[in-house]
């Protein structure tokens, strides 16, 4: 029975890895309070410590997000979002503040004709010959 499992959906990650380079005192501090219980553990302080910068500034963010009109959050394009692009002779101008995911069954010269450009603030998640097929075209 297992093998008529078929994943509907993709699952996209909800997080991406990053790493970072700490003095060791900065490390000694984290791993203090991650000791004396204010956190759970190292990643626990430092995406606290993101969130808490993010909120600080949030009114600018917000007002460059408004200004450079980018769409926020996850925006996913699909062979068929691209297909009517196509059919109405639109070329996209791809603008996100999170995650961009351009569908796998999106074959690059499909890619190509469409997507005039791409920038994203987060993360891009395309097949690798998409994004050969637009590497001139991402910033």
């Known amino acids: 029975m297992t093998g008529n499992i078929q994943e509907l959906r993709p699952r996209t990650p909800e997080s991406e890895k990053i790493t970072i380079n700490l003095g060791y005192v900065d490390l000694g501090h ?13 990643t626990d302080f430092i995406r606290t410590a993101i969130r808490n910068h993010l909120d600080r500034h949030q009114e600018a963010v917000k007002q460059s997000v408004s200004r450079h009109k ?4 996850l925006r996913r394009y699909s062979r ?11 070329r996209l101008h791809i603008q996100v503040l999170g995650l961009a995911v351009i569908a796998n069954d999106v074959p690059p010269d499909l890619a190509a004709e469409t997507i005039a450009s791409i ?4 993360a891009l998640q395309a097949s690798p010959a998409v994004k050969a097929a637009l590497s001139g075209r991402v910033t």
């Open 30 to 42: 984290i791993d203090l309070l991650v000791e004396e219980g204010f956190f759970s553990n190292r």
């Open 119 to 122: 920038h994203v603030l987060g």
């Open 70 to 73: 980018l769409d926020l959050g």
């Open 80 to 90: 068929e979002d691209l297909e009517a692009a196509r059919a109405r002779g639109e």
